[in-house]
Structures are given as C-alpha cells and as structure tokens.
C-alpha cells in the first residue's frame, strides 16, 4: 500500500510539473510572439500594407495565429464587418468544422425558438411528458427534472461525459441511457456538465416539433441566418446528436454570434426572442473545473475587464461575444487527440483575450 501511495504521488506531482512546464512555456510563446510581431510592425518596418482603422493592432494576434500548429481559423467581427478572417494549417472558408460543444449553444437556441412557436411549452416543463416511462417508478427527482434544468447542466443525473463517454456512445439507446444514470443531485441544484442533458433536449426537439433537430434547425435558424446547416452524426435511434459534433463554416459561427450580439435579430427580423437571449446569458450555475459561470449553453465570463459570453467546444471551437466592444471572435482547430492539444485551448483564450480584445477595445476609444 505505501508503495502505491508513493506511486500516485509521484505520479501527481509528475502532472503538476508537466502542467508548471505547459504554463510557462506558453507565457514564453506569448511573450515572444508579442515581442517579434511588435517589432515587424513597427513603423521602421519597410513597405508595410495599410493598417484598416478598426482592425489596427489585430496583427499581433493574427501572427500569434499563425504560430499554433492545431488552429484552423481565426475571425473578428466589429459592428457586423469581419475585419479579420485567416485560415491555418489546410483549412478552408467554406469547409465545415467539427464544433464539439459549440452545438451546445445552437440547441438551446432551437429549444427558445420551439417555445416561442408553443410547441414547448415552457423551460419549467417537466420532461417526463417527453418522457413518460419516467413515472413509472425509480428515483422520483427524475419527475422533477425540466427543461431548464438540462439547460443548465443542473439535472442531478450522473454525467455522461468525461469517464462515462465511451459507454454512452457506445450504447444502443443513447437517450435510455442518459435518463437511466442515477440521480447525484436534486433538480435545480448542482452544475454538472453532461452532454447527455443536451442530447435529451435534442430528443425534446424531435418530439416537440415533429421534425428531426436537422431539420428544425434548418428551417427556423438556417433559413432566418441564410446559412445552410449540413446533416451532423446521429443516435442509433435517429435522433440527431445534441450537444456535439455539428458542422458550421467559421463565418457561420460568426453569423451565430452575431445573432445573440443583437439579441436575437438579423437585420429588421426578430429571429430568436430578445428574451430568450437575455435569460440564455443570466448566469445559472459555475463550472468545477473553471472561473466560467454557465447560462443555457452558454459560458459566461470577463475577457481583458470586458463582461463576454462564448460557446465553447473541445479543442479549441469558440465564439466568443463581448457585447460592449461589438465583437464577435470565433476560432476553430484541430479535433484530433494527441499530446499536442494540451494547453492549446488555453491558448487560443490567451491570444483572444491578451491581443484581440485589448486591441479592439483600443481601437473603439480613439
């Protein structure tokens, strides 16, 4: 027993060394990439292109961009006009990425749009009338469990991410499984992130509405964004994946972002209700493993002393939103796993937050 005890100390102080090393090799890269860009865009710098006037001071982090092996693109929009739009690394304006849980965000838009079109009737609605085998018995805080409570990851049901993944996907019955989990908490209590709360919301959807997630995304939100959403990864029942593995071009995140910037409308159309907007950015509960409050799949948080809100997916998808500034960032990277991954998704939040915000927020105060 003490020598597995040593073991596992060994081994833990092992990672903290690993992630000391991670951080101080990335506020090197940081630094140096700051240092070196600075000086190429120094005015001594010889036949240097127009800087436009809004995105002046953007190339510092269009450079640190450059440098990171695993992103794929990188895109600011200020007042609705992309004043930065660079790929990396292979990809391509009009070749879809993978999201992750930025899907995340685009359900619970579409769970506002079903109850404004009645078809749900409220985020207090019990979801045992999805589900009625629920009152059959087991666990009665599983009768409790509402809409907004797979909003907010605050189900009480054991989570089906991180060490439960594999089994879930693996399952025959995606959405049996995620309502079998056993209850941890009350309804309405306890942030737990899961995707299977999404997944269930998805499963709502179909129900509701009488079209796939698929499809009712791509009538209510597609049509109104003029964006064209391609079919994602689905269940084995059919039931179209609900929080992961959407497909969506760089700039129709942006268009995304956009939306939830103007609070819900798209030039003189009030496309998702201003209200569900505002009530999907209340802070609801706070992550374990981060500073980052959550509303209704959205994370909530301050970039460079701005109040921001983003969805956030594995590897490095984001769209982050910082309402006074009227900017929209949106990044996408690399799925694949690999010991190169780690730290990248903190990188990518320290180019936007120490180059691209202070930049921009710069700009907008001369």
């Given amino acids: 027993m003490d020598a597995q005890l040593r073991l596992a ?36 710098a010889a036949n240097q292109p127009a800087v436009v006037p809004h995105a002046e001071g953007l190339d510092v982090a269009i450079a640190a961009a450059r440098d990171l092996p695993r992103l794929h693109s990188l895109l600011v929009s200020r007042r609705g006009s992309l004043v930065v739009e660079r790929y990396f690394n292979g990809a391509r304006a009009q070749r879809p990425a993978n999201v992750k849980s930025v899907s995340k965000s685009v359900i619970s838009a579409l769970v506002g749009l079903a109850i404004e079109r009645r078809q749900i009737d409220g985020v207090g609605q019990p979801i045992w009338s999805f589900f009625p085998d629920l009152q059959k018995g087991g666990d009665a805080r599983k009768r409790q469990i509402t809409i907004e409570d797979l909003l907010t990851m605050r189900s009480g049901l054991e989570s089906t991410s991180n060490r439960n993944y594999g089994a879930w996907v693996l399952s025959r019955n995606w959405v049996q499984f995620a309502l ?51 079919q994602w990864p689905r269940d084995p029942q059919g039931i179209y994946f609900g929080g992961n593995d959407m497909l969506l071009t760089p700039r ?37 493993w981060s500073e980052q409050q959550y509303g209704y799949g959205w994370w909530i948080r301050d970039l460079a002393g701005h109040h921001s809100y983003n969805a956030w997916g594995y590897g490095g998808q984001f769209i982050f939103v910082v ?37 921009v927020a710069a700009s907008a105060s001369r």
């Fill in 180 to 230: 079998n989990r056993p209850m941890l908490a009350d309804p309405g209590t306890t942030m737990d992130y899961s995707t299977g709360n999404t997944h269930l919301l998805s499963a709502i959807l179909t129900k509701a509405t009488g079209a796939s997630t698929w499809q009712f995304a791509q009538k209510a939100l597609g049509g109104p964004l003029g964006i064209s959403l391609p």
């Fill in 323 to 359: 309402p006074d500034l009227q900017l929209v960032v949106v990044t996408t990277s690399s799925t694949a796993t690999g010991e190169e991954r780690r730290g990248h998704r903190r990188t990518v939040l320290d180019v936007v937050e120490r180059f691209v915000v202070p930049a």
């Fill in 252 to 288: 129709q995140m942006v268009a995304f972002g956009e939306l939830y910037l103007n609070r819900g409308r798209v030039g003189d159309r009030q496309v998702l209700p201003a209200a569900w907007v505002d009530a999907s950015l209340e802070p609801r509960g706070r992550s374990q």
């Fill in 9 to 44: 100390a060994g081994g833990a102080m092992a990672m903290r060394d690993r992630e000391r090393r991670g951080v101080v090799l990335r506020r090197r890269w940081l630094a140096a990439s700051a240092t070196a860009w600075l000086l190429l865009i120094s005015p001594a």
